[in-house]
């Protein structure tokens, strides 16, 4: 059995310990002492990292009341010898905050109004709380968020105590525990009561500021994302930056940003669709001009085009546009991006299976594809091949067709 000082005061960040047992956990050493401040990973919560004897702890687990502490190397110390341990603050006092502000939205949400928090979960950069309500308005998402800071500057005190099953029964708990006997409960002074094995701060000015971030829905429940304390100012300060520099590339106010930013999509769209109409006009004319110059066989033309810059998109436009004319055959391909794409097209008054041709074709250099009788489209092959991808398919096509 492990002493648990971080149930006494979360707080304290060092101590000295007794090597009760040294033990491997997955290829790792692990050392179980008679008390640590190390904080196990349980109810959402991550683990404390930090040094024991001089190594680094890298996972805390809690297992049939002994709390053990898995190192990154092996440790000098031996069973017996008394060390000294530290955790590292920083990431325990970012995971009080978390849990701390926890407790106070999810009591808020149930008090104000009578949404029940299903489960949590306390991450790296981000913390969530799932509500058994499939989404939250706007103006109810404004008001928590609002009310919640408002509870954290009353700098209520938050305190930890254990109670036995008879006094439990007195407690306004917003859930059961899920054991029995000497229970742990975390008290937002009067105005929450949760059964909880966690860290917490003194005080819920500690836990401010509170952020909701973005809400999901997850079947018939809500996943709010929320940061608290110092996670929350950092995601202020990145933001506010972001929102400055933005400004600055406008030469205007921050608060001018949106109605630029929103003009400046309209100006893109706008520019965007007199650039797809010119590129239609140009491909109209680079079609006319092949047609111009195409091979001729009894009345049909072949046409075979080779681009190293034109889009798949392009490609499938020129296409489109050749099967407009009657008795055409194309081989197009294109070496944009270094990606080989090839298509392959016919009008409807001719009964050439351009698909057949294709896989054909691209079988005979180590790859696979087909198509429609009309129309296929493959790849798939070196950029190097293009060129004689489509002089296969033009011997295919000029000994029968041209």
Known sequence: ?????????????????????????????????????????????????????????????????????????????????????????ARRYDHM???????????????????????????REESTLDLD?????????????????????????????????????????????????????????????????????????????????HQERRRAQTRITFLCGMRALRDY?????????SAALF???????????????SQVRDLQRQTAALQEQLLAYEVAELLAGARRSNGMALIESLSADRSADALKQMAALLRTHSQVVG?????????????FCRSDDLTLHVGDLLRDTLAAFGGRGGGRPEYAQGGGLPVATAADVLAHARSQLLPSTF
Not at 331 to 343: E, M, N, Q, R, Y
């Open 1 to 89: 059995m492990t002493q648990r000082l971080d149930y006494l005061d979360p707080y304290q960040q060092r101590f000295e310990a007794e090597v009760v047992a040294l033990l491997e956990r997955e290829g790792k050493p692990a050392a179980v002492l008679n008390q640590t401040c190390f904080y196990p990973t349980s109810g959402g919560q991550l683990h404390d990292a930090g040094r024991l004897g001089g190594v680094a702890v890298i996972d805390v687990i809690a297992e049939q009341g002994a709390i053990l502490h898995v190192l990154a190397d092996a440790p000098s110390f031996a069973v017996g010898d008394v060390v000294a341990g530290a955790i590292e603050w």
């Open 97 to 123: 905050q978390q849990h701390s502000g926890q407790h106070l939205l999810s009591q808020l949400l149930h008090q104000r109004f009578g949404f029940e928090t299903v489960s949590v979960h306390f991450g």
């Open 133 to 213: 309500v499939p989404a939250l308005d706007p103006d109810i998402w404004a008001e928590v968020e609002r009310e919640a800071n408002t509870l954290a500057y009353y700098a209520l005190e938050i305190r930890a105590y254990f109670v036995d099953n008879r006094e439990l029964a007195k407690l306004p708990l917003r859930r059961p525990p899920a054991v029995s006997g000497q229970i742990r409960i975390v008290e937002i002074d009067g105005y929450d009561y949760s059964a909880c094995g966690g860290t917490h701060v003194r005080t819920t000015a500690e836990i401010a500021p509170i952020k909701l971030l």
């Open 237 to 245: 300060q990145q933001k506010h930056r972001l929102l400055l520099e």
């Open 251 to 265: 030469s205007t106010e921050p608060a001018a940003v949106p109605a630029m930013t929103q003009r400046l999509q």
């Open 331 to 343: 081989l197009l391909a294109s070496t944009a991006g270094d990606k080989l794409t090839v298509i």
